[in-house]
C-alpha cells in the first residue's frame, strides 16, 4: 500500500464525505476505469476504435429509442424481463424451461 495526498474538486469531495471508507471507494473508481480502459485498447486492437464523436453519436441514437418509448412499453419489458428472471431462478441450472446447456468438455 502506498498513501497519497490528492486534491479534488467541491462536489468530488462532498461524495467522498458520504463514505464509510474514502480509499476503497476511490480504489474501486480507478479500477474500474481501468477496465474500461483495457477494453477500449482491446477494441481498438480489434479494430474498433472508441470516439469522443462515436459514443456521442451512440448516446444520441439511444435517447431517441428511449424517446419513442412510452412508459407502458418500458413496464412492459422491465416486467418480462423480471418474469424471465424469476423463470430462470428457478430452473436447473438457471436456464429457462430447465434448459440444460452443454459447452463441452
Known sequence: MRKLSISVPADVAERLERESNDS???????RDRMRLDA???E??????PITE???AEARARRAAVE???SPERRSAL?????????????SPCGRPGGAWLWTGW
Not at 476503497?24 to 480507478?30: L, R, S
Not at 477494441?43 to 474498433?48: C, E, M, N, S
Open 67 to 69: 424517446a419513442d418509448w
Open 39 to 41: 477494453l477500449d485498447a
Open 78 to 90: 422491465r416486467e418480462r424481463v423480471r418474469q424471465h428472471t424469476l423463470d430462470a431462478a428457478g
Open 53 to 55: 464523436q462515436g459514443v
Open 43 to 48: 477494441l481498438a486492437h480489434q479494430g474498433i
Open 24 to 30: 476503497a471507494y476511490i480504489t474501486q473508481a480507478v
